[in-house]
C-alpha cells in the first residue's frame, strides 16, 4: 500500500514538475498586427467604423483602413477593420464581402442574392439563409441587419437608408416582417 501511494505521489510530481517546465518555455504570440483585429464595441462608439488612408512602411502600395461591424456568435455587435487596397472602390458590395465573411468566422452563414441602390437607398436581398440566421433568435437576427446597415450608411456616404428584402420579395422570417420597400435604418 506504502508503495503505491509512494508511486502515486511520484507520478503527480513529475507531472507537476514538466507542466511548470513546459510553461516557463512558452513565450506569448507576438501581435504583429494590432490595426487589423477586432474591437468589441458598440453602436455608441463616438469614432465608429471609418475609412482612412495609410502608406505601408516599406512598400509603394497604399491601402485603405476599412471599418465595418460584425456580430460574434453570442449575438453582440462588434467592431472590426481590414485593409483594402487604395485602388479598390469602397461600394456596399464591398463592405457585405466583409461582414459576411467576418459573420462566417463566428458560424453565421449568409448568403446575399443582390445589392442595389435606389434613389439614396441600398436595397440588399438574401437568399434563405437570413432564415436560418432568424431560427437562432430575434437578438441574432436585428444583430446581424443592423451590423450591415450600419456599416453601409457609415462608409457609403451616396446611401441614406437600408431596406432589406428575401430572394427579391418582401422581408419576412419568424421574428420580423417588412413590406418590400420597408427602410429598415436610416442615417
Do not use: H
Not at 504570440?29 to 465608429?48: H, L
Request: contains cysteine; aromatic residues 8%.
Amino acid at each position: 500500500m506504502k508503495r503505491i501511494v509512494k508511486w502515486a505521489l511520484l507520478c503527480a510530481f513529475s507531472v507537476f514538475i514538466c507542466a511548470v517546465l513546459i510553461s516557463c518555455k512558452k513565450e506569448p504570440w507576438p501581435d504583429t498586427d494590432p490595426d487589423i483585429s477586432a474591437v468589441p464595441s458598440g453602436f455608441d462608439d463616438p469614432e465608429g467604423p471609418s475609412v482612412s488612408k495609410y502608406e505601408l512602411p516599406n512598400n509603394d502600395t497604399s491601402v485603405t483602413k476599412l471599418g465595418y461591424y460584425s456580430v460574434d456568435s453570442s449575438g453582440r455587435i462588434i467592431r472590426a477593420t481590414s485593409l483594402v487596397s487604395e485602388s479598390k472602390e469602397i461600394t456596399p458590395e464591398l463592405i457585405i464581402g466583409y461582414v459576411t465573411d467576418s459573420l462566417e468566422d463566428e458560424s453565421i452563414v449568409l448568403k446575399v442574392d443582390s445589392i442595389s441602390i435606389e434613389g439614396k437607398t441600398c436595397v440588399i436581398s438574401f437568399d434563405d439563409s437570413i432564415r436560418t440566421v432568424a431560427s437562432e433568435g430575434i437578438k441574432l437576427e436585428t444583430a446581424v441587419l443592423d451590423a450591415i446597415s450600419q456599416s453601409i450608411l457609415d462608409n457609403i456616404d451616396s446611401v441614406d437608408a437600408m431596406c432589406f428584402r428575401i430572394n427579391n420579395e418582401a422581408y419576412s422570417t419568424t421574428n420580423l416582417k417588412f413590406s418590400i420597400d420597408s427602410v429598415y435604418m436610416e442615417r
